[in-house]
């Protein structure tokens, strides 16, 4: 299954942006081995409407047009639902397992995201309680989907 990223917002050179693609670098090198690969990812700039709702509405849009046909749906959102570790791994192998071809992780402006967005995603997550920047946000992720591959591979990166 390939995975993509959709970002909004663009990381800028520095320790954020290296750290990241540390992680997604391990995602790719060690996720075809068990049928997921890195496919992209995808920046885009964040909506300068004058409103709220209208900035969600125009970055829904441009997620829309960056997502694959067919293609499994992951929002980030702090009103998602909390997974641990392993929860993550095998919501990933079931997606897989189930013969998915494409998957999207996306991480949403700093209004969040559009109501008709969330109705079409297969998962809503947040990665806790607290409100992490964004930057943060995308490492967090990138290290999750390596972190995944080590679970369901059963290597010892991930020890309970």
């Given at each position: 299954?390939?995975?993509?990223?959709?970002?909004?917002?663009?990381?800028?050179?520095?320790?954020?942006?290296?750290?990241?693609?540390?992680?997604?670098?391990?995602f790719?090198?060690?996720g075809?081995?068990?049928?997921?690969e890195?496919?992209?990812?995808?920046?885009?700039?964040?909506?300068?409407?004058?409103?709220?709702?209208?900035?969600?509405?125009?970055?829904?849009?441009m997620?829309?047009?960056?997502?694959p046909?067919?293609?499994?749906?992951?929002?980030?959102?702090?009103?998602?639902?909390?997974?641990?570790?392993?929860?993550?791994?095998n919501?990933?192998?079931?997606?897989?397992?189930?013969?998915k071809?494409?998957?999207?992780?996306?991480?949403?402006?700093?209004?969040?995201?559009?109501?008709?967005?969330?109705?079409k995603?297969?998962?809503?997550?947040?990665?806790?309680?607290?409100?992490?920047?964004?930057?943060?946000?995308?490492?967090?992720?990138?290290?999750?989907?390596?972190?995944?591959?080590?679970?369901?591979?059963?290597?010892?990166?991930?020890?309970?």
């Open positions: 299954m390939r995975v993509s990223l959709f970002a909004v917002g663009r990381l800028k050179a520095g320790p954020e942006k290296e750290l990241a693609s540390r992680y997604t670098d391990r790719a090198k060690a075809p081995a068990i049928g997921l890195l496919a992209k990812l995808v920046e885009v700039q964040e909506s300068r409407a004058a409103n709220a709702e209208t900035r969600k509405r125009e970055e829904a849009g997620l829309e047009k960056a997502l046909e067919g293609a499994v749906l992951i929002l980030l959102d702090e009103r998602g639902t909390a997974l641990d570790s392993e929860a993550f791994a919501l990933l192998g079931r997606f897989r397992d189930g013969g071809r494409d998957m999207m992780i996306a991480i949403g402006g700093a209004d969040g995201l559009d109501p008709d967005i969330r109705a995603a297969d998962a809503v997550l947040n990665l806790g309680k607290m409100t992490w920047p964004h930057q943060l946000v995308r490492i967090l992720i990138a290290e999750q989907l390596y972190r995944a591959v080590t679970i369901l591979s059963g290597h010892p990166y991930h020890r309970v």
